[in-house]
């Protein structure tokens, strides 16, 4: 069980807790986080911190969004990962919700990604890509 001031007490499986080793940004000092699912229908999940129940962020599936949304990870990211294998690879984004969905945005630049067969996490930042920090979720034409 995992209390959060977000969400109230939840159950959460054993393998939905993620190892951050270097916390995320801004919350290194946390490095267990939950991905809490509410509804599996939806492209969004929790980020709940197992030790601090004020700590929980929504996070968002970008290529739900962004069909063309691709990085390669470095090789220090990788190795802090595991050394996955590809189909071993859930990538999310944090996303920030303003008074409405329609107006949250997406943090394409700082990417989430979780390695889930050995349950390790890592926040990276992709330099150089020229992806935003405050993409809109929803962009007509899309």
């Given amino acids: 069980m995992i209390e959060s001031i977000h969400l109230g007490v939840v159950e959460v499986p054993e393998d939905q807790v ?45 290529f739900t969004f962004r069909s063309d949304y691709e990085f390669d990870l470095a090789e220090g990211d990788v190795a802090s990962l595991g050394e996955p ?16 969905l329609q107006d949250a945005t997406m943090n394409l630049l700082a990417p989430v990604v979780l390695n889930v067969q050995k349950r390790l996490g890592r926040q990276v930042v992709l330099h150089n890509s020229g992806y935003p920090t405050r993409e809109p979720l929803f962009k007509e034409g899309r």
Avoid at 26 to 47: H, K, M, N, Q, V
């Fill in 18 to 62: 993620y190892t951050f080793e270097s916390g995320l940004y801004g919350l290194e000092e946390y490095t267990r986080f939950a991905l809490i699912c509410l509804d599996d229908s939806l492209p969004f999940r929790y980020l709940q911190a197992v030790d601090e129940p004020g700590i929980c962020m929504l996070v968002g599936d970008p």
């Fill in 85 to 100: 294998q590809s189909e071993h690879l859930a990538v999310w984004v944090t996303v920030s919700a303003k008074d409405t």
